[in-house]
C-alpha cells in the first residue's frame, strides 16, 4: 500500500478527511519542534550562522 491509497482511502468519508488532516498536523508540529531553530532574541548574523 502506497501513499496514494492510504491518503485516497482516508478521504472517502468525511471523518476520513479529518483524521488525515490530523495527521499531517501532527507529523508537522512535531518537524517545527525538532528541526525548526529557535530565532528569538538572535542577531541575523547568528541566524545565517546556524544554517551554515
Do not use: H, N
Amino acid at each position: 500500500m502506497d501513499l496514494t491509497e492510504i491518503i485516497s482511502a482516508c478521504l472517502r468519508s468525511q471523518t476520513g478527511t479529518f483524521v488525515c488532516y490530523m495527521l499531517v498536523s501532527a507529523f508537522t508540529l512535531v518537524f517545527i519542534i525538532l528541526w525548526v531553530p529557535e530565532t528569538k532574541g538572535r542577531t541575523l548574523e547568528e541566524i545565517q550562522w546556524s544554517f551554515r
